[in-house]
């Protein structure tokens, strides 16, 4: 039996942040675009809150400052007898937000066809076929997040409590670290986003060894901050988890593969926060605004112009997960914030660090620990690829 097959000039497989993006910058760049997005699940986009610095992004701005979000002029950081304002303007996402922006509002002659449930059989770089029938596209992203994970690899994994407030919240900005929790299992901290007055997330989030979630200490740890900071009632309105890759092996970085990949798939992601929406959003700001047979070329580059920032921040993580005993690992952070210029956090964020930013990084007391002969034979060991 033959499959009927159906024209687009955009195929996005996967239905995550990164075809978000991508039908976000193609709505942008290319209105008249008609495109399809597959996903083996129901529903598109995830339970998920996306965050990044302003100064992550350039040119992407354009067509992400369309999308409804959080903003603040800036955020704290708190550590053991540390704690310290970040005048750098933060941003924040929400998956339900995201996705009724890229399905609802459409442009004239803009056209966005979404197939839920539908499993990928084969993917080409000019077609797809699926238990739906083939579908022919000029342009293939593959979309599907991150490949199976394997050795060389720490987690970011984190679990939060979205919840309502019968009074205002103590506090107007973000608090993207509050170390001062324990930190038996690796470098542990509160992130905290106050949407509105009465409506913030909270976020038990650890850098560990493991991917495994104790979800019910993190109820625990999230109860016990609001407690210390005189909330006595709540009521949760959506509860988040996740756990992001933090890699140190040399396969996960931008550009890793041969197919037109994105997100976590294509190694667009910062490997040393775990971070995707920045990336993810150059990724898709490229291929929507380059010609169909440039997209993979134009692609390279850009992976090509990120590799010594890979490379370092895989870097960072192999000292992170292999050198420092997982008690001392705030040290590390402690110092980025409080000895690191602005400049120089912006571009760390923003995947655009030199080589002179690198060495700042790098120098000055090392954490606890941590003993100059590991740090120099780690060090000899990647440097080959920096």
């Known amino acids: 039996m033959t499959l009927k097959?159906?024209?687009f000039d955009f195929i996005l497989v996967g239905g995550g942040l990164q075809a978000g993006l991508m039908a976000g910058a193609i709505k942008h760049y290319k209105p008249a675009s008609k495109i399809l997005i597959v996903e083996k699940n129901q529903r598109l986009f995830?339970?998920?809150?996306?965050?990044?610095?302003?100064?992550?992004?350039?040119?992407?701005?354009?067509?992400?400052?369309?999308?409804?979000?959080?903003t603040w002029p800036g955020y704290s950081v708190n550590f053991p007898g540390v704690r310290k304002r970040v005048d750098i303007p933060y941003c924040s996402i929400s998956s339900q937000e995201f996705g009724e922006f890229i399905v609802c509002s459409q442009m004239p002659g803009f056209?966005?066809?979404?197939?839920t449930g539908v499993t990928v059989h084969e993917l080409s770089a000019d077609h797809i076929t699926t238990s739906n029938g083939r579908f022919?596209?000029?342009?293939?992203?593959?979309?599907?997040?991150?490949?199976?994970?394997?050795g060389g690899i720490g987690y970011q994994k984190f679990f939060g409590l979205e919840i309502s407030l019968r009074d205002d919240w103590p506090d107007s900005l973000p608090?993207?670290?509050?170390?001062?929790i324990d930190q038996t299992d690796g470098f542990r901290f509160l992130y905290v986003l106050p949407f509105e007055p009465r409506r913030v997330l909270i976020e038990d989030?650890?850098?560990?060894?493991?991917?495994?979630?104790?979800?019910?200490?993190?109820?625990?740890?999230?109860?016990?901050?609001?407690?210390?900071?005189?909330?006595?009632?709540?009521?949760?309105?959506?509860?988040?988890?996740?756990?992001?890759?933090?890699?140190?092996?040399?396969?996960?970085r931008p550009g890793c593969t041969n197919e037109l990949a994105g997100g976590y798939a294509g190694g667009w992601f910062h490997a040393a926060t775990g971070f995707s929406f920045p990336l993810s959003a150059k990724f898709a700001d490229i291929v929507a605004s380059s010609p169909s047979e440039k997209a993979n070329e134009n692609i390279r580059a850009l992976a090509n112009q990120n590799r010594f920032q890979s490379t370092f921040s895989r870097f960072?993580?192999?000292?992170?997960?292999?050198?420092?005993?997982?008690?001392?690992?705030?040290?590390?952070?402690?110092?980025?914030?409080?000895?690191l210029p602005k400049n120089t956090i912006e571009r760390f964020y923003a995947h655009a660090f030199t080589k002179t930013d690198a060495c700042r990084i790098l120098m000055g007391s090392p954490p606890s620990g941590l003993t100059p002969i590991k740090f120099l034979k780690s060090y000899k060991e990647k440097t080959c690829l920096l």
């Open 205 to 252: 989030t650890c850098f560990s060894e493991n991917n495994q979630l104790n979800i019910e200490e993190s109820e625990e740890v999230i109860g016990s901050y609001l407690r210390e900071k005189q909330v006595p009632h709540w009521d949760v309105i959506r509860k988040e988890q996740g756990c992001l890759p933090m890699p140190f092996a040399s396969e996960f």
């Open 46 to 70: 995830g339970n998920h809150t996306w965050s990044f610095h302003r100064s992550d992004l350039a040119t992407e701005w354009a067509w992400i400052s369309k999308i409804p979000m959080s």
């Open 111 to 115: 056209s966005v066809e979404i197939k």
């Open 136 to 150: 022919e596209g000029q342009t293939i992203v593959d979309c599907r997040g991150r490949s199976p994970l394997r």
């Open 5 to 7: 097959s159906e024209k």
């Open 175 to 180: 608090t993207l670290m509050e170390a001062n």
């Open 316 to 339: 960072l993580n192999r000292l992170l997960f292999h050198l420092v005993p997982p008690k001392n690992r705030f040290e590390i952070f402690q110092r980025f914030y409080t000895k």
